[in-house]
């Protein structure tokens, strides 16, 4: 399971968990949940590395449009309602494939930025191929529902410097 993430807001040390953001967020996407939460993993201590990052300094963009990253962001940062947070499609990398092109993320605090990018074999083919599915069935639901809880619980249990490398 994840450690706490460490922000302060105005010099006020607040700790998110996993389950702190899910309460926000509700049930619907438990993996875009992990995967912003290991994004924070690795990249706060990269950004802000002798004291935790003030929270509403941090900036994100990413080529991920799923609800669970954009309100794990919002939760923990309030990028979103503060207009630092942008899904930006310029972003993706074509030349991973559709399973891993979106899976980029950089965020920057007080002049540093950091480039995250997925590492193979946390998101599946059957997921983003379910997933991205127009008029799915009531089975297909289900077993996508399956495929989110699955890949949560695969990132919430590896170290975040496993799945996400800083490029550049």
């Not at 972003?91 to 494939?97: A, H, I, Q, V």
């Not at 059957?126 to 990132?155: C, P, Y």
């Amino acid at each position: 399971m994840s450690a706490p993430l460490q922000l302060v807001d105005d010099g006020m040390r607040i700790d998110f968990t996993v389950d702190d953001v899910m309460k926000y967020h509700g049930p619907g996407f438990p993996g875009g949940v992990a995967h912003a939460v290991k994004v924070l993993e690795r990249a706060l201590p990269v950004l802000s590395p002798d004291s935790p990052a003030e929270r509403r300094e941090i900036t994100v963009a990413t080529a991920h449009r799923g609800q669970g990253v954009r309100d794990t962001f919002e939760a923990v940062t309030r990028a979103v309602t503060e207009e630092r947070f942008a899904v930006d499609s310029t972003l993706e990398r074509s030349d991973r494939g559709s399973t891993l092109e979106r899976y980029v993320f950089v965020l920057t605090y007080r002049g540093t930025t950091v480039r995250l990018e997925i590492r193979e074999g946390f998101v599946t083919d059957e997921f983003i191929s379910l997933g991205r599915k127009a008029d799915r069935t009531e089975t297909e639901n289900a077993r996508l529902t399956v495929l989110k809880q699955e890949m949560a619980d695969r990132l919430l249990a590896a170290p975040a410097d496993e799945i996400y490398d800083i490029i550049g």
